[in-house]
Nanobody, 122 residues
Framework: QVQLVESGGGLVQPGGSLRLSCAAS????????MGWYRQAPGNPRELVAV???????NYGDSVKGRFTISGDSAENTVALHMNSLKPEDTAVYYCYADAISSTGSMIRSAYWGQGTRVTVSS
């Protein structure tokens, strides 16, 4: 299996910045993309940002221009730099990987971290 471990969440004031990190480990055959989704109470999980192993990025509309994703395909890590944070960015942020595990059925699947909480409040 592929394990994802996030770090970097916490409490930040509106207008502040925060950096999230995620590292993939375990039985990794190949990773095609890594990124972040978030879920606020009462809302569905939504895309924040994803980066492919080729370096292509995709951002959710609400974070464009404020958040920047960066990935290291050699290290199987991804980071999310969040600037100009707003109260509506408050959510649990989940690391995501589109990958194939070297164990089991060798089927390309979505893997998720346990989540890290980000709270934007004064």
């Amino acid at each position: 299996q592929v394990q994802l471990v996030e770090s970097g969440g916490g409490l930040v004031q509106p207008g502040g910045s925060l950096r999230l990190s995620c590292a993939a480990s375990g039985s990794i055959f190949s990773i095609y993309a890594m990124g972040w989704y978030r879920q606020a109470p009462g809302n569905p999980r939504e895309l924040v940002a994803v980066v492919t192993n080729g370096g292509s990025t995709n951002y959710g509309d609400s974070v464009k221009g404020r958040f920047t994703i960066s990935g290291d395909s050699a290290e199987n890590t991804v980071a999310l730099h969040m600037n100009s944070l707003k109260p509506e960015d408050t959510a649990v942020y989940y690391c995501y990987a589109d990958a194939i595990s070297s164990t089991g059925s060798m089927i390309r699947s979505a893997y998720w971290g346990q989540g890290t909480r980000v709270t934007v409040s004064s």
